[in-house]
Structure formats: C-alpha cells, structure tokens
C-alpha cells in the first residue's frame, strides 16, 4: 500500500472529528469533546508526572489558606482561596483532585475562547485558533500549578468574552457578567487591572464607542464590579494595603538597569511563547507576506478592537516596570493569549485548508497522548535526580511528623509551624489538617492567635540546612514546658527506590497542660530533649 494511502488512512479518524468540528451543527458538540479530553489528558499527565513529588508549594500555600474565610491575606486578593475552598468542599484533598481543578479552569478558558472565535473567525479557522492554543506551555505543564496565575486564564477568557458581547449586543445580561467576570479578576490577582486596561482602551479607541457609552451596558459592567469588589476593598483600607506593601517589597525598589533587566527578559519570554502558536499558523496557512503586517494590526475595525485589546494587556507592563522601577515575569501572563489566535487567522487572505486542520488537529490529540505515556518516566527521573525538588519530601516529614505528634498525645495537631515552605506542604499531607503558621510569623497568618497555639500544641519543621529556621525553631520551643526535638533523615518512596536523603527537624511542642504520654522518641534516628 503506497505511503499516502496509510497516511490517510491514519488520520481518517481525524479526518471525522475535523468534519464534525467545522460542521454548523456538531462544531460546538465536538468542541466540548475536544476540551473534555483536553483536561482529562493533562490531568492524568500531571498524576503521572507528579507521582514521585508532592504537590507545589504554591498549591499548598493555598489549601491551607482555603480554611480561613477571610477577605484578603499578606500576599493576594482572595479569590483563588475560595475557589479552592469550594473545590475541595467536594473532592478529596488529594494530589489528583488539585491537578484536576488546575486544568479544568484551562478547560474552562478553551470553552470561552472557542465561543469568542465565533465573533471573527468561522470553519477551519475557528478550530484551527482553538488548537494552537493547546500547544501553549502556559495552558500545559505551567497550568497544572494551580495558583493565583492559573487561576486568572479562565477568568480573563471569560470576563473578556462577557465584554465583548456586552460591546457588541449591549445586552445587560452579558454587561453584568462582564463586570463580575472583571471583579473575580481583580480579586484573583492584581495583575489583571492590565487586562481592564486593554479593555477599556479597546473600546474607547473603537468608533462605535459613542453608541456603547450612551448604552446602560458600560454602566451596568462598571457598578457590578464595583460592587462585587467594595468588600475587598474595604478590607485594603481597613488593614493598610498588606497585599500591595507585600508586591513592592518582593518585585519593587529595582534599579533603572534592574527594571530594564527585567523587562527585557519580560519581552523575551512574551515572544517565545508566542512563537509556538504563530509557528503552528504559518506552517498550516503559509500566508502571503501582505499578511503578516496586517496580524500586528489589523485593518478591520472589529479585529482591530481584539488586537488593541491583547496587545494592551500584553505590553502595557512594561511602561508600569520601568516606570515604578519593579520587575515583571513573562509567566505572569498565562492568561493573555486567547486573542492571539483571533490576529493571526483572521485575514481573508489567509485560507487554513481542510487536509492542513487535520494534520494539526492529529498533532494537537497526539502531543498530550505522548506526554501522558512519557509521564512515568519522568516521575521516574525526578524522583532518582540528587535534588529531587522540595515538595518530595512534604509526605515523609508529614507522616514523621504525625508520628512524633502521636507519640506525645492523642490530640488532634492543630497548627504546624517552621520553614514556610515546608510548613505549608507539610499541613496538605496532615490528615488533622492543621492550619500552617510559616516562620511563627502572624503577618503571613493573622488569624493564628499565640494563646491558642499554646493551649493546643504545634508541631515545628525545618530543613536541617536551613540555620536561621533551626535556631529559631528550637528557641521557641525552649520557652515551653514540655516538647520532643528529632533530627531525622528522610526520603520519599517511589515504585518500591527510596529517593535521595534529606535531613529535618522536627519539634513538638505538647498541649499546655497535658501530660506527655512518650518518654522515648518514636523517630529511631533521632535525639529527644525534654
């Protein structure tokens, strides 16, 4: 059989699938299949992948912070903690249910965008756009770290969707999402006032604004989001800006050259990862040269409204970097890609044929298949590398830890203390689930009130190489009346191998009042100091 007539045959599933996705009737059907799959595909990746580590810091930081229903905290707006209060007031605190809401919120995003397409893009082109988004690093490997920058891609596909309808029909309707999309953004992270930026100077650059503005749907999108927003914003007055002092402390006071440091690599990453997508677009449509220029800036009018929409929310950081002298990260961006799809496809000059959107379709279904299948192996690699990365070992501390508790009373652990990091990682894999008080500092958790600490006992963790967390760990605990201290080593286990070793302290300091019922450390390798 000639080459060609396998080939074809090998993609004729495809081929049905790509039938579907273009036809009026099935596409959006076929869409939401795709998606599904999506999500499940790097779901299970991430399962896989991760199967040898804990989950990442940030993800932890999170589902401890998920406990307290609190307007705000030292370092983001809240959303995402209720989000993941939600989630979990479902699922399971399990490693998998958090690679699953990760990459549901991309699946949610791919959703939106997908339905945003339809506004200028129809047949091959549409699908194509949705497709070149899943090859995005930022919406794969990237967005199974579920944080405050993962959170903002199904929020900014959405709020931006909602506004441009809301711009387009004047619908109240979608004018009131818009505007709580909008809030939930700003809320999530304080990053997206780029994206309320990109918006507004779309739409007061386009000339049909005078018609949207003596519309009620500006107006409706302004007073919803203000209001969803004036809790939190009570919140900031009320505690003194903690979030923004918390920004400028970490990522301001740059210097001229760090800032333009900073903002150079910013444009570097940007232009990588937008290669990926426009890199799939050429190969597929192999446009004339007339329309590059026109994918930078559009000459339609309604296009042009997408691209002053992207590139605002894109570039716009850069002037605020080197203004304020503070340093920004191209990975903050993970959720400002949707539009680009919309630049790059859609010129009349540019035909995407059926035979081109089959083979990318093939690639974009087999990628994450092959990423599934090489997932052990990496586990595997990770898990066998000298510096296998911190998160492997917040299970063994957890469970050493859990032990050395119970050895000293049958009380629940309510709090657990020490290295930040680790504290947070080590209170995910605690089955008491014990809030996290990282570096014993209530600035980081303010609801955490010293008397009660005292009365119910805290359990205190550090990497033995971290000095500064030992000493002040083992000072504290030298102020109570009764603890147990143990130097311990500890490795994860994955497939039957032990990882590489890592030294901890682990201290325990008993409930106020309450007996010791151990008089022998219950960790072997281990010094116990009453």
Known sequence: MPIGSRLRGLLMPFQRLADALCD????????????????????LYGVLAKGSQGIHFDMAELADLSQHTVLGNAKNPPFAMWVTAAWFAIFPRADWAFYLLAMSGVGVALWAAWRLFGMWLDGEKRVLA???LTFLPLLTFHALKFNNNALMIPLWALTTLWFVRSYET????????????AAACMLTKYWSVF?????????????RRESYFRSKAPWITACVGVLALAPHLAWLVSNRFPSFAYALAVHGGRTVGGAIKASIGYLGGIAAYGAIPAAITLAAARPPRAVLADMLLPS????????????????????????????????????????????????????????????VLALAILFPIGAVLAAP????????????GAGAYYQPVAQATQQ????ITGAPLRYIG??????????????????????????MAPWVEPSEVTRDGIALVCPMEAEGCVEKMRGYAANAARFSIDEVSLSNRYLGRDGAPKRFLIIVVAPQNLLANATKSPLSNGERAD
């Open 404 to 407: 050395a508790w119970r050895a």
């Open 24 to 43: 009026p009737v099935r596409r959006d059907r076929a869409a939401l299949g795709l998606v599904v799959f999506y999500v499940a595909a790097w779901t």
């Open 195 to 207: 994206l309320m930026a990109g918006l507004a100077l779309a739409a007061l650059s386009d000339r």
């Open 418 to 443: 020490g290295e930040g990091d680790l504290a947070y990682g080590v209170a995910f894999y605690l089955p008491d689930r014990p809030t996290a008080f990282p570096d014993l500092n209530r600035f």
């Open 170 to 181: 004047r619908r109240s309707i979608d004018a009131a999402l818009a505007g709580l999309a």
């Open 300 to 359: 339609d009018e309604r296009v042009r409204f997408a691209a002053v929409a992207f590139w605002t929310s894109l570039l716009l950081p850069v002037a605020v970097a080197l203004g304020m002298g503070t340093e920004i990260v191209a990975l903050w961006t993970m959720p400002a890609w949707t539009l680009l799809p919309v630049l790059l496809l859609w010129s009349p000059k540019l035909t995407v044929t059926r035979e081109a959107l089959v083979r």
């Open 377 to 388: 192996f990496i586990a595997l690699a990770i898990h066998r590398a000298p510096e296998p």
């Open 130 to 132: 949705l497709l070149v």
